[in-house]
Each structure stands twice: as C-alpha cells, then as structure tokens.
C-alpha cells in the first residue's frame, strides 16, 4: 500500500512541480479570471518561497508571446502600406487610382490621403497594439453568476476590434484542447496492467493479467459494482 503511494505521489509530484504555462496564460486569456486566478491559485499550490517565482514566470512569458503576435502583426501591415506606396495592392492599378493623383507628365504624386493612410497602418495601430495587454490586464474581470455559461472565445470576437492582436493570441490559445485523456487517468494505476508499451503485449500476456486479477479478487471476496448505466466497474485495490 505505501509502495503505490509513493508512485501516486511521485507522479502528482511531476504534474503539479512546474508550473503548466499553457495553462495559466490560457486562464489570464480568460476575462473571468485574468492574473486574479493565478495569484489566488498559486498560494495553495506552491510554497512562499516560490509563489512570487512562478508568478512571474507567467508574466513574463504571456509578455514575450504578446510581442511575437505584435510582431507578427507588423508584417501584413507594412506589406500593405507599401502596396498603397507603389500602387500594386490586390486591386491593382485601382487601388492606386484612388490614392495618387497623375501630373502632366504621366507620374503619380502620393497625395495627403495616401500618405495618411500609410502612416496608420505603419505606426499607429501597431502602436495601440503595444498597450493592449496591459489596458486588458488592467481592466476589472467579467463576473458571471454561477451556472450560467459563458463563452470566452465569443467574448473575444465580440471584442476583437478593441484587442485587435491579443484577441487573435487569445482564439490561438484558447483553442488548444488542454488534455485527451481524463485528469484522473495521470494517477490511475491502470498502468500496471497496460503499460505504456502495451503494444508490445501479446494477447496472451494480457489474459493473464486480467485472469489473475480475477482470481484475486474471488480469492479474496471482492465483488463487481454496477452503475445504474450497467457498465462494470472494479473495486480499487488498495
């Protein structure tokens, strides 16, 4: 009995040791929670001496992916302005119609309009994009009665042209399924039976094992419990 504990407690150790980065910035990308939930949380989970560490662990790489979308942004955005520029946008000699005008000579002359919108696209939305996650951080969290549901990602599209950059960082990581197992099965001794090299199992090696754990259990009085739903559940040995 203490053997099993000793693994079951070996691998929350490994679960639970280092902070899951993944999902802390998904819960700071949630407008319910934000950076309250993981100062909150992380008092339970880790000791004083580290709980200011793994804080800022998390702030620092939710502010290093931040720029990587803000950079990432740049690129579309002075690949349009050159466009404007030249006159070659997806429109083609249309696009530039609207934004130069022709001299007497047959040459365009860029006009204030044009000139204008080039240094929108350039500097002032990337700009504004700089601020954005510190204007959401800084904003109170959305309080949701319980029981009632609530969409984060629909929360994001609802606000994508206030966050242009942090709701597309937000539908990215939001997006990640967290786990395709159950959280139960990361302390499950199940592995006893099927290891991770199951494949490698013959099918008369399993018999055995489910047998024996048959005979185990008969040898010892224990009995099969049904759900209502009739499926067939073993009493855990421990």
């Not at 998390?58 to 030249?86: H, I, M, Q, W």
Request: aromatic letters at 10%; proline letters at 2%; hydrophobic letters at 35%.
């Amino acid at each position: 009995m203490k053997d099993m504990v000793d693994e079951m407690k070996k691998k929350f150790d490994k679960y639970w040791g280092s902070c899951n980065l993944l999902i802390s910035i998904g819960a700071v990308l949630d407008p319910r929670y934000k950076m309250h939930l993981i100062k909150f949380s992380f008092k339970s989970i880790y000791s004083k001496e580290k709980v200011d560490q793994e804080i800022q662990l998390v702030e620092k790489c939710l502010e290093e992916l931040f720029k990587e979308y803000v950079e990432a942004y740049k690129e579309p955005n002075a690949g349009s302005s050159r466009s404007v520029n030249d006159g070659s946008g997806p429109s083609g000699s249309r696009s530039g119609s609207s934004n130069f005008t022709s001299s007497r000579f047959g040459k365009s002359i860029k006009t204030g309009s044009a000139k204008y919108h080039q240094h929108i696209k350039s500097v002032d939305c990337v700009q504004s994009a700089k601020s954005e996650l510190a204007t959401y951080l800084e904003e109170g969290v959305c309080i949701i009665e319980q029981g009632v549901h609530f969409d984060a990602l629909r929360w994001w599209k609802d606000n994508k042209l206030k966050y242009k950059v942090l709701s597309k960082m937000a539908a990215d990581i939001l997006a990640i399924p967290i786990t395709t197992v159950a959280s139960e099965s990361a302390f499950s001794a199940g592995g006893r039976v099927i290891d991770p090299h199951r494949s490698a199992l013959g099918t008369k090696m399993v018999d055995m094992l489910i047998c024996g754990a048959d005979w185990y259990r008969q040898y010892y009085g224990l009995e099969k419990k049904k759900k209502e739903n009739d499926d067939v559940v073993y009493i855990a040995l421990l």
